[in-house]
């Protein structure tokens, strides 16, 4: 890394897309460890040694779309279809609040019918009852009208995941069927805003096909939105979709997808400043301690799963989803260790939202 460009990132800079570029082109360690720890200062500057958690509870697995790389798409019947019932999501919940996790994500497949709408209105509300309005609600189910949107807000819910997967129109297409829109998708990120929502969205890495200029108009796409959270991880192939059809000589290269997804962290971190960046499981699924790395180059929230482990199995984006046996508490303990081990604190019992956001 040249002289320059280092000094910027350690001096925390504005970075310009030729910036972005280079630094997601680094492949010598000892200028990726500067890079992880030029991000890894600008969290402490931001948000401390602290991680907030979010018990993600997988409600429904059921969805009305295609997605060529998704493992629950419509078109993946050897997929056994569930929806929990209030009751289990309510007991979930609850879970969740009695750890002290501050916050939950509702995470479904996208279906937009009025039983699923008022379904999901009426657990929000729920989960802010029986938790005295203590518990924070994030709601990850996909494309909805700006009507569905506002009522699930007034019913309580106040961050939203809608994951763009691809920032690049045209690469868009590529991973989606022709009636899945890029535009309609961006424009359900905006209307989110308006309604009040922290909204986040996030991008797959590693993907067949894509370029590190595919990567730099994603982190464009996320300033241009204005985004509160970001969520990325490495793409994990799952053997029954089209992608993994259409590309059955790609490899799992785990060492340098896990590489490049570090990087984007940083590079996110580093040019986003203050959101709230996910250290996801799928980190997990290629290394075991994915998630910690995540956290040193920038990251600041984990989402354990607290879904009962007789559905995990069946909520499979990808293949070799880590924790899917494993019981929610153990993997609570777990985890709280391996944190203390690098040096950083749980936020419990806060809703741990966005700096970004709270700055409006
Ligand atoms: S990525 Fe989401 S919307 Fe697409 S098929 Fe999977 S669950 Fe459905």
């Given amino acids: 890394m040249d002289s320059l460009l280092r000094k910027k990132i350690e001096n925390g800079d504005e970075l310009c897309p030729a910036d972005l570029k ?6 010598n360690q000892e200028d990726l460890q500067i890079l992880y720890q030029a991000a890894y200062k600008m969290k402490l500057r931001h948000i401390g040694n602290k991680v907030s958690l979010r018990g993600l509870i ?5 969805c009305t779309k295609n997605c060529y790389y998704c493992g629950i798409r ?16 309510l007991a979930e919940a609850e879970t969740a609040w009695k750890w002290g996790l501050g916050s939950v994500v509702l995470q479904s497949g996208e ?31 996909g494309e909805q009208s700006e009507e569905v949107y506002r009522r699930w807000f007034e019913a309580g819910a106040h961050r939203y995941l809608l994951r763009i997967e691809a920032g690049d129109p045209e690469f868009y297409t590529t991973l989606h069927p022709a009636d899945h829109s890029y535009h309609d998708r961006k424009q359900c990120l905006k ?6 929502y922290q909204t986040g969205s996030g991008v797959m890495i590693g993907l067949p096909g894509q370029t590190v200029d595919h990567l ?10 204005d985004l509160d959270m970001i969520g990325m991880g ?16 790609f490899q799992q290269k785990t060492e340098f997808q896990l590489t490049a997804a570090l990087k984007m962290i940083a590079v996110t971190r580093l040019f986003l400043k203050d959101v709230n960046i996910a250290s996801t499981t799928a980190l997990q699924a290629l290394r075991d301690d994915g998630r910690e790395l995540g956290i040193q180059a920038g990251a600041n929230v984990i989402m354990p799963n607290v879904t009962d482990t007789s559905f995990r199995s069946s909520y499979q984006l990808y293949q070799g989803k880590p924790g899917v046996n494993d019981a929610p508490e153990s993997g609570m303990t777990d985890l709280k260790k391996r944190l203390d081990a690098i040096g950083e604190t749980i936020l419990f019992n ?6 970004h956001f709270r700055k409006y």
């Fill in 216 to 225: 730099v108009t994603d982190l464009l796409f996320f300033r241009e939105l």
């Fill in 22 to 27: 280079r630094l997601l082109l680094l492949e």
């Fill in 234 to 249: 490495p793409y994990i192939i799952h053997k029954d979709t089209p992608l993994a059809v259409q590309f059955p000589d």
């Fill in 350 to 355: 806060t809703w741990g939202d966005s700096p």
């Fill in 191 to 196: 209307t989110l805003k308006r309604c009040g």
């Fill in 74 to 89: 419509k078109g993946n019947h050897a997929v056994q279809r569930y929806c929990m019932t209030p009751d289990e999501i």
């Fill in 111 to 141: 279906r937009s019918d009025r039983d699923f709408t008022d379904f999901v209105e009426q657990i929000v509300r729920e989960i802010k009852r029986i938790s005295n309005g203590e518990l924070g609600i994030t709601l990850s189910c």
């Fill in 58 to 62: 997988e409600f429904s697995n059921i």
